[in-house]
């Protein structure tokens, strides 16, 4: 069941987007080789509550930390450790704030230094532009799979992949709601639900170098790997739709 948001809502939900923000461009910048993941996440912890929020991830059952910080062929949901930053890495980092009773949801790709090869960097640049055209599909009046179709058509045209069992979601009073928002054409775009006034979506861009096959990593139960050990990346906004278009939170 989708549950749409009132403009009052949505108007909080800005907000707390507007506070996730500065989290995030104070934090990414902030981020470099030499440092552990787990300073990462204290620091963004910090800038959440200096902030006048609270973090998102640690609202999961059985979740303890504030962000998830996956490493290359790391997808999602790994956990911060005292693992080392090194030059060149590619770093996902995923965040969110429940601000005044609502979640909003954040997720960037960089490399370590800044510095990397012509194919990373295509890579990467495929991935914020494929997050672009998603969003601007996010009108009220057009099919949610718009969406997935975009993704689709941008990343498999390119030459990668989409990671089919992880996919955006609503969002609002609970991290993840309905609906789904698939990365990939999962049934008919025009069987799929029109969007309307109301409804706040997480658009996320998971997808890999090599294959859209998932795995969890050896030992750990929450980071999730590429199968075949390809390079993987999220870029991931909230957006909420009102009368007219839609505003992106993050």
């Not at 030499?34 to 006048?52: F, N």
């Not at 929020?53 to 504030?66: A, C, D, I, L, N």
């Amino acid at each position: 069941m989708i549950h749409y948001k009132t403009k009052e809502e949505i108007e909080i939900m800005k907000e707390g987007g507007k506070r996730l923000r500065a989290v995030v461009d104070e934090l990414m910048p902030w981020i470099q080789e030499g440092m552990t993941t787990q300073e990462v996440d204290r620091k963004a912890e910090e800038l959440i509550i200096k902030q006048g929020g609270s973090s998102s991830f640690k609202r999961v059952p059985g979740y303890t930390w504030t962000t998830c910080v996956p490493i290359g062929d790391q997808v999602v949901h790994t956990r911060p450790s005292k693992r080392i930053l090194k030059k060149g890495e590619v770093l996902t980092v995923d965040i969110g704030v429940f601000y005044k009773g609502f979640h909003t949801d954040y997720a960037d790709t960089i490399v370590i230094g800044g510095e990397t090869d012509e194919d990373t960097k295509h890579f990467l640049q495929v991935g914020k532009n494929t997050l672009e055209k998603a969003i601007a599909k996010a009108k009220p009046g057009n099919h949610l799979g718009e969406i997935s179709k975009v993704i689709e058509d941008e990343i498999y045209g390119h030459g990668y992949f989409t990671l089919h069992d992880l996919t955006g979601h609503g969002i609002g009073r609970d991290l993840h709601e309905d609906p789904y928002v698939f990365g990939y054409v999962e049934k008919p775009v025009e069987k799929t639900i029109v969007m309307k006034p109301g409804l706040v979506i997480a658009i996320e861009i998971i997808y890999s170098k090599g294959s859209e096959d998932i795995a969890h990593e050896k030992g750990d139960s929450w980071s999730l790997v590429t199968k075949d050990g390809s390079l993987s990346a999220c870029f991931e906004k909230t957006v909420a739709l009102t009368d007219k278009n839609a505003h992106i939170l993050t």
